[in-house]
């Protein structure tokens, strides 16, 4: 059973709408951080919240917008999104500190019309 | 600058082998490196670490891996594989605060 818990685990959506992936942990970390990964390849990090602040955008386009509104809580903003978008979004916390071991969640599976 | 290297991209096991991953690092401090699995459909998961001191590290469902500091290796390693050990697995290192570099991963299969 994973400690990180992300809803929703899959989600279709339209190159138009508006949706959110949410994440939630409950083991004190004060890292959180959102990856994409498109099949058979490693995780590629987007954003890194250090302390519920924006630490690490990895170039991100504009279209996913990061949110951070509590210790517990990480939030992806999906708008606009492209076909290319398309892949499993995780989500990983860990305490703060060199050498920390992440913890991940299970991922929503994200598909664009 | 940091680097994982996992040179094997897919193994194929028989059930009962053992096995071992190879795993080759490229960090200019002491590094901080990770073993991590991942099954169809999951999220990944740790399966062991290492920081320093004691070279071979124990992790979960059986598995170690040894640091070799002259070699870069930290290769991942289990004497008996269960049908359940399919899945990729992916490397990684830790580099600073709170970044981590992964390799791009081994599949393993394992025939019955």
């Known amino acids: 059973d994973t400690e990180v818990t992300q809803t929703p685990k899959h989600l279709v959506m339209g190159m138009t709408n508006k949706k959110s992936l949410k994440c939630e942990q409950h083991?004190?970390?004060?890292?959180m951080y959102w990856y994409k990964q498109k099949a058979k390849k490693p995780p590629e990090l987007m954003f890194v919240y250090s302390y519920e602040k924006l630490s690490i955008n990895e170039s991100v386009p504009s279209r996913f917008s990061p949110e951070c509104p509590n210790s517990s809580l990480l939030n992806l903003h999906l708008h606009a999104l492209q076909p290319e978008d398309s892949a499993l979004y995780l989500c990983a916390s860990s305490q703060i500190g060199e050498g920390q071991p992440q913890h991940f969640g299970d991922g929503t599976r994200l598909s664009i019309l | 600058a940091q680097s994982v290297t996992q040179p094997d991209i897919h193994i194929t096991v028989s059930e009962g082998a053992s096995l071992e991953l190879r795993c080759n690092y490229s960090?200019?401090?002491?590094?901080?490196l990770f073993w991590y699995v991942q099954s169809p459909g999951q999220g990944l998961q740790l399966l062991l670490k290492?920081?320093?001191?004691?070279?071979l590290v124990q992790g979960i469902k059986g598995f170690e891996a040894e640091f070799k500091r002259s070699q870069s290796s930290f290769n991942l390693r289990k004497p008996s594989v269960h049908w359940s050990d399919a899945a990729e697995y992916f490397c990684a290192v830790g580099a600073g605060a709170n970044n981590l570099f992964f390799g791009t991963g081994t599949r393993l299969t394992v025939i019955p």
């Open positions: 960090y200019g401090a002491t590094p901080y």
């Open positions: 290492y920081f320093s001191g004691d070279t």
């Open positions: 083991m004190g970390h004060r890292a």
